[in-house]
């Protein structure tokens, strides 16, 4: 372009002689190619007064190029940050030197003339582009910054589970249900790694008033999940006592955002009503048996005694399913308060009372209340 002459500012200057003084002229073309111009110097010179010269200079222009484009860049988390420092630079060339901008998109979204080099990235997959651009023209350069963690993902039933879920339901496995006191019932929960990176399992745990009903069994198989793996765990519930029992089942791991995995479980014991039916008082004749039915079978028990007194030496079972008494040989002959007692689960029992009379014929009373035998004539009574 035309040379930049200063000559507004150089304009009246007188020069005694012998006197001299410089001119600058500066050369900054805008387009590639030869550019030319004429100096002029007015003066009053008696036939120089209009000093010309011709100037001519080569603009010079080459488009940006990148001689180093950065390479994809990959890295891991630290435990427990959901973004990664990374560090890069490219480097361009160009006549007039290029201005840069950095575009980013993916995971991490930005655009400016900043490089991002030395900034977090999140989690995930970023594009990176670089446009250089000059006088002369435009290029770009692209990569990857790929940043990988962990990423925690827990299903009960094959159903997930969100971290902090405080309602349990019975679909995922969270409302262990109802569950009869002395029993147990056994749910196995995932733990999966949706990530890129191995995820780390530390204790799992249940806390709350009624954590002692719940026992948590061991990862299997044991940590780290490797990205895409998944590994199990079992929560049993054992009720002490009927009612709702609630606690927080907690998963420590190096998930960025979900540390402690964390959600309500949920179970109820139920105590199974214990029942046991009457007793007819009864009379029977030493040394035989009997059966004695109760007025309705008995519920929920788990084994049923039936004792008297030491001095009957007979043989009482009683059947827990059905309630019947056997008494086998009866003997002594007496009157006898017999007890029948009803054992059912969490500890329950049932308490029902008769009177077992025991003859003896041979007796003019019919009863012999003795403990020890006695011989009458050629009979031995017991
Ligand atoms: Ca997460
Ligand atoms: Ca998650
Ligand atoms: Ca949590």
């Not at 993916?106 to 000059?134: E, H, K, M, W, Y």
């Not at 079972?317 to 309630?323: A, R, W």
């Not at 008494?327 to 007890?339: C, S």
């Amino acid at each position: 372009m035309l040379p930049s002459l200063p000559r507004p500012t150089q304009s009246g200057i007188t020069h005694c002689a012998g006197q001299c003084s410089n001119i600058t002229v500066t050369f900054a073309p805008s387009s590639a190619g030869l550019k030319t111009a004429t100096v002029h110097i007015a003066n009053d010179d008696c036939d120089e007064a209009d000093y010309d010269f011709a100037l001519q200079g080569i603009g010079i222009c080459n488009p940006p190029v990148f001689s180093t484009c950065p390479a994809q860049q990959t890295v891991t988390a630290a435990n427990g940050s959901c973004t990664a420092l990374v560090t890069y630079a490219a480097t361009v060339s160009g006549i007039p030197t290029p201005t840069l901008s950095y575009a980013f998109s993916g995971a991490t979204t930005a655009s400016s003339s900043g490089t991002g080099s030395g900034l977090p990235f999140n989690i995930g997959i970023t594009n990176v582009v670089i446009t250089a651009v000059n006088a002369c023209g435009s290029t770009t350069c692209s990569f990857t910054v790929t940043v990988k963690a962990p990423e925690i993902n827990v299903q009960g039933n094959g159903i997930n589970i969100v971290d902090g879920d405080n309602t349990p339901v019975s679909s995922d496995h969270t409302n262990i249900g109802l569950v009869n006191v002395g029993n147990n019932a056994v749910r196995t929960f995932t733990v999966q790694n949706t990530g890129t990176s191995n995820l780390s399992l530390g204790s799992i745990t249940v806390t709350g008033t009624d954590a002692a009903m719940f026992s948590v069994g061991a990862l299997s198989p044991a940590s780290p999940i490797v990205p895409g793996g998944a590994a199990t765990f079992t929560v049993t519930f054992a009720p002490t006592s009927p009612g709702l029992k609630n606690v927080t089942l907690q998963i420590a791991n190096n998930d960025c955002n979900e540390a402690n995995y964390d959600f309500a479980l949920r179970g109820l014991g139920f105590q199974s009503p214990l029942t046991l039916g009457a007793y007819p008082n009864t009379t029977l004749i030493a040394g035989t048996n009997t059966k004695i039915t109760p007025s309705v079978a008995p519920t929920n028990a788990v084994s049923i005694v039936a004792y008297s007194n030491t001095n009957f030496t007979g043989i009482l079972t009683v059947n827990p399913g059905s309630g019947v008494i056997t008494i086998t040989d009866a003997k002594q002959a007496g009157i006898y308060a017999v007890t029948v007692k009803a054992f059912g689960s969490g500890g329950l029992t049932a308490t029902r009372t008769f009177t077992l009379t025991v003859t003896n014929p041979n007796c003019s009373q019919g009863l012999f209340t003795g403990t020890t035998n006695v011989g009458v004539g050629s009979y031995l009574i017991r």
